[in-house]
């Protein structure tokens, strides 16, 4: 993508920004210089920044932190330095860059509204690709800048002095509930007084469903339980531990954990009542009838008296007929489809939901034994 959009500025002139930069001249992005986070100006009243006058009288800008690149037509070192990034030059995409690439934005569905989300950073310590696309959409949403950080240098976060929300495991956005609720939790632990962290958190078996958000008084996590990120208050982030490259990210809730008779740590958590698989397979029909109302204006048939359940796969019994199956699999990915009372196909579909919303693999309904209506790779 950044080959692209230098060859469109090579021929026309002018900047390419990346999309997960977002320009502001009063709120500066990050830059990872020397293993610390520095903040880039894009103001252009300030000199030697990207926009300012000096670079475009002199034609050509190679921003590297924020990998904004200005060019005038036919400049020379435009033109080298599409060469060096068709010969994988090294050095020539920056490691001082941790933004999120087009390739990732390019073709996401953005929304026409914003949210308030109560912090001012947003950090990625996934290191996988399952967690780019919806990162940089939450950030989208949120008006708040994301950035990607390498294994190696999750150390920055030290040196952070904002409020910062972290990712840690990219199942977080398989539930939107959680994400939804860090707002709330914020302003809550905001409303008790000053405090250090807010873990995320997912715990199934719990008695209950919904989301809630409590003071840690133990050392250890609950039963049934995952942390999938934290935030941390200003003035905190000192108190983070040290990692290597090779620890993994429970190594940051063990630490907090450890230590929470020292600080005040709440717990921003998403309960279930059923099990892992069951509770999956329950959020998935809302998810389902929401998908063919908006696509096919159709109800697919939920009505049982009975059910049977071998592991992450449900099957509902009507007058001990299939009515319909519902299987989730480990990527959050939901296969139904459901029979009409004489045993004949009703409706199929495929779907993932996720935080940028429903992926809709296929989606298919029968009428009289016959395909009547059909679509494929729809978002809802």
Same mark, same amino acid.
């Given at each position: 993508?950044?080959?692209? &959009?230098?060859?469109?500025?090579?021929?026309?002139?002018?900047?390419?920004?990346?999309?997960?930069?977002?320009?502001?001249?009063?709120?500066?992005?990050?830059?990872?210089?020397?293993?610390?986070?520095?903040?880039?100006?894009?103001?252009?009243?300030?000199?030697?920044? *990207?926009? #300012?006058?000096?670079?475009?009288?002199?034609?050509?800008?190679?921003?590297?932190?924020?990998?904004?690149?200005?060019?005038?037509?036919?400049?020379?070192?435009?033109?080298?330095?599409?060469?060096?990034?068709?010969?994988?030059?090294?050095?020539?995409?920056?490691?001082?860059?941790?933004?999120?690439?087009?390739?990732?934005?390019?073709?996401?569905?953005?929304?026409?509204?914003?949210?308030?989300?109560?912090?001012?950073?947003?950090?990625?310590? *996934?290191?996988?690709?399952?967690?780019?696309?919806?990162?940089?959409?939450?950030?989208?949403?949120?008006?708040?800048?994301?950035?990607?950080?390498?294994?190696?240098?999750?150390?920055?976060?030290?040196?952070?002095?904002?409020?910062?929300?972290?990712?840690?495991?990219?199942?977080?956005?398989?539930?939107?509930?959680?994400?939804?609720?860090?707002?709330?939790?914020?302003?809550?632990?905001?409303?008790?007084?000053?405090?250090?962290?807010?873990?995320?958190?997912?715990?199934?078996?719990?008695?209950?469903?919904?989301? /809630?958000?409590?003071?840690?008084?133990?050392?250890?996590?609950?039963?049934?339980?995952?942390? /999938?990120?934290?935030?941390?208050?200003?003035?905190?982030?000192?108190?983070?531990?040290?990692?290597?490259?090779?620890?993994?990210?429970?190594?940051?809730?063990?630490?907090?954990?450890?230590?929470?008779?020292?600080?005040?740590?709440?717990?921003? *958590?998403?309960?279930?009542?059923?099990?892992?698989?069951?509770?999956?397979?329950?959020?998935?029909?809302?998810?389902?009838?929401?998908?063919?109302?908006?696509?096919? #204006?159709?109800?697919?048939?939920?009505?049982?008296?009975?059910?049977?359940?071998?592991?992450?796969?449900?099957?509902?019994?009507?007058?001990?007929? /299939?009515?319909?199956?519902?299987?989730?699999?480990?990527?959050?990915? &939901?296969?139904?489809?459901?029979?009409?009372?004489?045993?004949?196909?009703?409706?199929?579909?495929?779907?993932?939901?996720?935080? &940028?919303?429903?992926?809709?693999?296929?989606?298919?309904?029968?009428? #009289?034994?016959?395909? /009547?209506?059909?679509?494929?790779?729809?978002?809802?």
């Amino acid at each position: 993508m950044q080959l692209l &959009a230098l060859e469109v500025i090579y021929k026309h002139g002018g900047y390419h920004v990346p999309i997960s930069v977002p320009y502001s001249k009063h709120n500066q992005f990050q830059a990872l210089i020397q293993g610390k986070l520095v903040a880039a100006s894009m103001d252009p009243a300030v000199d030697q920044t *990207c926009f #300012n006058d000096y670079y475009i009288k002199k034609g050509f800008v190679d921003a590297e932190g924020l990998r904004i690149v200005g060019s005038a037509p036919k400049s020379g070192q435009c033109l080298q330095k599409i060469r060096d990034l068709i010969m994988l030059k090294q050095g020539s995409l920056s490691a001082r860059f941790i933004g999120f690439p087009d390739s990732v934005g390019a073709y996401l569905d953005f929304p026409d509204w914003t949210r308030f989300l109560g912090a001012e950073e947003m950090f990625d310590l *996934c290191a996988s690709p399952a967690s780019d696309r919806p990162m940089i959409s939450w950030s989208y949403d949120s008006m708040t800048p994301a950035y990607a950080i390498p294994r190696d240098h999750r150390n920055v976060l030290k040196t952070s002095e904002k409020r910062f929300v972290a990712i840690t495991d990219p199942d977080i956005f398989h539930y939107k509930s959680l994400t939804d609720g860090v707002p709330g939790f914020i302003a809550e632990m905001d409303r008790q007084g000053p405090w250090d962290f807010i873990l995320l958190s997912l715990q199934w078996e719990a008695g209950e469903d919904g989301t /809630v958000v409590y003071h840690l008084n133990a050392g250890h996590a609950p039963a049934n339980s995952k942390f /999938v990120g934290f935030v941390c208050n200003r003035g905190s982030s000192h108190k983070l531990p040290d990692l290597e490259a090779v620890d993994d990210n429970q190594k940051i809730f063990e630490h907090i954990l450890s230590k929470h008779y020292e600080m005040k740590v709440g717990v921003g *958590c998403e309960k279930f009542v059923h099990d892992r698989q069951l509770a999956a397979i329950y959020r998935a029909i809302p998810s389902i009838q929401h998908a063919f109302k908006v696509l096919a #204006n159709h109800e697919p048939p939920f009505d049982h008296d009975g059910q049977e359940r071998n592991g992450n796969t449900l099957k509902a019994l009507k007058n001990n007929q /299939v009515r319909y199956e519902l299987q989730v699999d480990q990527e959050h990915r &939901a296969s139904f489809r459901a029979f009409n009372e004489d045993g004949g196909m009703n409706c199929e579909i495929r779907l993932q939901d996720g935080h &940028a919303g429903k992926r809709v693999e296929f989606i298919k309904v029968f009428y #009289n034994h016959a395909l /009547v209506f059909e679509k494929q790779n729809q978002m809802c």
